[in-house]
């Protein structure tokens, strides 16, 4: 295909309930979309950068401004583009992962449009339903902390994922098992301990914990080999996972047993898949991450977490988790699970409507 054209949307979605984690706390979304113009039809993606670089160097802002001045340029250069070829025409830019990420989506989504096939179908869904667990920011108390967790449960959530930082881990932790008893629990601490916690760490392991996902910063693997020698839970990484190269070696290292899989993380859905199928081969269990998607990203998300090795309830929840109206036809939740969109691309309709209700900024068109 032909891309002709790239538009930014930026918006801001409110949130149900505000998001708070060891990096800080959101009320909205900040939410950047991209559209490509294509001589085969539109295709979307949605950037997964937070509003400020807190979970990783990326940044709403800076995706924008990177894929204005470097990424759409490059494509919209090229003779002939196709999702198989945008990681090779934007590797002359250095990192900027989850920027060329939702471009790749977008192109991808024009791409399976045209030919009327699904992203399920084309990253090799097995299945066409997804367990979904639910992430759990840190509370104002522990009796709020337990009022939501219930709702999840009752809204039928397979797994529960409690946010953790020092001053806010083993008390939680505690109250949350008593209250949901065998159902699946697991812990993330975006990066907030350090290698003196690691004793502390392991009294986690009384809990029976799924996992603790990235307790260290993300360039430091020697450390998470540190505590997955010391402690019985296990250890996951998420912060640290930007290539399948890495993925290889920190599991190799002993570094981390399972992964969580965000595609805008390592550079798009193509790059994830890489990652599911090397793990597969490693016999290491990945899940889908999330990113506080919209109903634009989410599709693909659930898409994805249809592959076979994706064998632990993602963070794939239902819309009405995050917004009171999303983007698309919303995700919901039934018996525990999402379907997988069967429509061709990624399945679903975006509001134009709304995108332009809740804009924040004027489109930004390259051409
Ligand atoms: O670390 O998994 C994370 C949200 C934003 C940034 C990083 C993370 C998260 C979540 C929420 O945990 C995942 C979701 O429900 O989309
Ligand atoms: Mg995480």
Known sequence: MKIQAVELHRLAMPLVR????????????????????TS?????????????????SEYVEGCASV??????????????VTAESVDALLRFAIGHRMAKAALETAVLDAQLRAEGRSFGAYLGAVRDAVDCGVSVGIATGIDELLTEVQSYVDAGYRRIKLKIKPGWDLEPVRAVRELIGPTLLQVDANTAYTEADIAHLGRLDEFGLLLIEQPF??????????????????????????????????????????????AGRVGGYLE?????????????????????ETGVGRAANVALAA?????????????????????????????????????????????????????????????
Request: glycine share 8%; charged share 25%.
């Open 18 to 37: 505000p998001f708070e984690t060891s990096f800080g706390r959101q009320v909205a979304r900040d939410v950047l979309l991209v559209r490509v113009r």
């Open 40 to 56: 085969v039809g539109d295709g979307w993606g949605e950037c997964v950068a937070m509003a400020d670089p807190v979970y990783s």
């Open 67 to 80: 894929i204005r001045d470097y990424l759409a340029p490059a494509l919209i250069a090229a003779r002939e």
């Open 217 to 262: 910063v993300e360039e430091d693997i020697a450390t998470h080999i540190l505590l997955s020698r010391a402690i019985e839970t296990p250890v996951c990484l998420d912060e640290s996972i930007v290539t399948t190269e890495l993925a290889v070696d920190a599991i190799q290292r002993g570094a981390t047993s399972i992964i969580n899989i965000k």
């Open 272 to 292: 994830a898949v890489r990652i599911h199928d090397a793990c597969a081969e490693l016999g290491v269990p990945v899940w889908s991450g999330g990113m506080l």
């Open 307 to 367: 592959l076979e090795n994706f064998t632990l309830p993602g963070d794939t929840s239902a819309s009405d988790r995050y917004f009171a109206e999303d983007l698309t036809e919303p995700f919901m939740l039934d018996n525990g699970q999402l379907r997988v969109p069967a429509g061709a691309g990624s399945g679903v309709d975006i509001r134009l409507d709304l995108v332009a209700s809740l804009a924040t900024r004027e489109v930004v068109t390259v051409r």
